[in-house]
Structure formats: C-alpha cells, structure tokens
C-alpha cells in the first residue's frame, strides 16, 4: 500500500511511479505478477507486467501536445485507444483509473477520486 506524503493530499508523480512499479499494484489484474519493467519515453512510462503492458501519460505540455490536467491525459487514453484499436482490437484492452482510496492508498479498484489514468 502506498500513502500519500505530500501536503495537499494527492500523489504526486513519485508516489503514482512507485506505485506502478510495485508488484503488489498489479495482483488485481493477474494471478502472479512477479516484476514490473519500467521503460521511459518522452511522453510516457510504460510498465510491463507478465501480462500487461500499462502507459501513464507524463504530466507536461510539449509542442502540440497538453497532457497537464488528469481530464487531458484521460483524453489522450481514450483517444489513443480508438486510433490504435483499427489495427489491433484484442491488444488494446482499454483506459483504466488510477484512484486514490480514502485511506490515501492508491488503486485500480474501488471508488475514490481519480487521480490519473492508463
């Protein structure tokens, strides 16, 4: 489980990436997750796990591109998806939540806000 440090209550993007680096984080969506690789792009991280691929969005405006906001960054999900998905419907499985629990604990399920998006 990972708590939130900082002071205005929502993870920062340290704590989203040790979060999503974490084993533990991914046991929900697979029977054994025994690591998680992590690969930077310019845009984004991706961790593979045995089973999935997972892409967090870098929180940033470059160029053309805004992803500052988690509404932006939800939207280049879905947007990412839709395009993606002509070509290979059975890879792209689809945008998931990243929520923080009222314990500040982050997670895929449950409610709680969201806090980011992958």
Not at 12 to 22: G, H, N, W
Not at 34 to 42: D, F, K, L, N, Q
Not at 51 to 60: G, I, T, V
Request: aromatic share 6%.
């Amino acid at each position: 489980m990972l708590t939130v440090s900082n002071t205005d209550g929502v993870p920062d993007t340290a704590e989203r990436l040790r979060f999503l680096r974490s084993p533990a984080a991914h046991a929900a969506h697979a029977a054994r997750c025994a690591r998680v690789r992590t690969i930077e792009t310019h845009m984004s991280w991706v961790f593979l796990t045995d089973r999935h691929a997972w892409k967090l969005k870098k929180p940033q405006r470059i160029d053309h591109i805004d992803l500052a906001s988690v509404e932006a960054r939800r939207r280049h999900c879905e947007l990412e998806l839709r395009l993606n998905r002509r070509f290979t419907d059975d890879v792209y499985l689809g945008a998931v939540a990243l929520r923080q629990r009222p314990d500040g604990a982050l997670t895929f399920q449950g409610e709680g806000p969201v806090v980011d998006w992958l």
